[in-house]
C-alpha cells in the first residue's frame, strides 16, 4: 500500500496569502496523485487530478506540482471561500490511498 | 451530468449489519468502477472497496473480512455491506465514481452526500 503523508496537518494564513501544501507518497506514483477539497460539512470535491491538472470550474489560484514522491498544492491568493480541507490520494493502484488531511483556516 | 444519491440507516448497535446503497443517474453505469470510502470523525478518507457492473470486486485489505460490495444493473445501483459493525465504525460513507472499466486509472469524481453512519450501544 502507497501511504500518503501530508504537511502540515493545518495552517492559518490571511486573505491574500500564498499557501502550500505538501503531500509525500511512501512509493513512486508518478504522477497518479489527486488533490480534494473538502469545505465543512460538505462532500470532497476533486480540485487537480494527474498531480497538476485543474478539475473544470477550479479557480487558477488554485495549482498543483509534483511527481514520484513528493507533491505540493498552492493557492496562490487565499480568499475566504478556500476555507476547508485538502486531502491527497494516489490512484496508482488499489487500495487507493488517501492522505489524512490538510486544515486551512483563515488568519 | 453524473449524479450519485445514497441512503441507508445511520444509527447501528455493535455486532449489526451496516447496509448502503447508492444510486447512479446520468451516466454510464457499466463504462466504470464505482467506490465505498469513509471518513471517521476528524480523521482522513479510506476507501473500502470497490465493484462494477460485471460484479468484480476490489477491497481494502484492512476491511475485506467485514465487507461485501454487490452491484444490480438493472437498477444501476450498487450497495456496501460491513458486518459486525463496531465503534470505530462510526463515520460518513461515501459513494465515488472512480476510474473507467478499461481507461486509465482516475481518481474519485463525482461523488454521493454522504451518509452518516454511527454505531452505539
Known amino acids: 500500500d502507497t501511504l500518503m503523508t501530508q504537511s502540515p496537518s493545518s495552517l492559518s494564513a490571511s486573505v491574500g496569502d500564498r499557501v502550500t501544501i505538501t503531500c509525500r507518497a511512501s512509493?513512486?506514483?508518478?504522477?497518479?496523485l489527486a488533490w480534494y477539497q473538502q469545505k465543512p460539512g460538505k462532500v470532497p470535491n476533486l480540485l487537480i487530478y494527474?498531480?497538476?491538472t485543474l478539475q473544470s470550474g477550479v479557480p487558477s489560484r488554485f495549482s498543483g506540482s509534483g511527481s514520484g514522491t513528493e507533491f505540493i498544492l498552492t493557492i496562490s491568493s487565499l480568499q475566504p471561500e478556500d476555507v476547508a480541507t485538502y486531502s491527497c490520494?494516489?490512484?496508482?493502484?488499489?487500495?487507493?490511498?488517501f492522505g489524512q488531511g490538510t486544515k486551512v483556516e483563515i488568519k | 451530468q453524473v449524479q450519485l444519491q445514497q441512503w441507508g440507516a445511520g444509527l447501528l448497535k455493535p455486532s449489526e449489519t451496516l447496509s448502503l446503497t447508492c444510486a447512479v443517474y446520468?451516466?454510464?453505469?457499466?463504462?466504470?468502477?464505482w467506490s465505498w470510502i469513509r471518513q471517521s470523525p476528524g480523521k482522513g478518507l479510506e476507501w473500502i472497496g470497490e465493484?462494477?457492473?460485471?460484479?468484480?470486486?476490489k477491497y481494502n485489505p484492512s476491511l475485506r473480512s467485514r465487507v461485501t460490495i454487490s452491484v444490480d444493473t438493472s437498477k444501476d445501483q450498487f450497495s456496501l455491506n460491513v458486518r459486525s459493525v463496531i465503534a470505530a465504525d462510526t463515520a460518513i460513507y461515501y459513494c465515488?465514481?472512480?476510474?473507467?472499466?478499461?481507461?486509465?486509472?482516475?481518481?474519485?469524481?463525482?461523488w454521493g452526500q454522504g451518509t452518516l453512519v454511527t454505531v452505539s450501544s
Open positions: 465493484i462494477n457492473h460485471t460484479g468484480s470486486t
Open positions: 490520494q494516489s490512484y496508482i493502484s488499489a487500495p487507493w490511498t
Open positions: 446520468g451516466g454510464s453505469f457499466s463504462g466504470y468502477y
Open positions: 512509493q513512486a506514483i508518478s504522477s497518479y
Open positions: 465515488a465514481r472512480g476510474r473507467e472499466l478499461f481507461g486509465e486509472v482516475a481518481p474519485f469524481h463525482p
Open positions: 494527474a498531480a497538476s
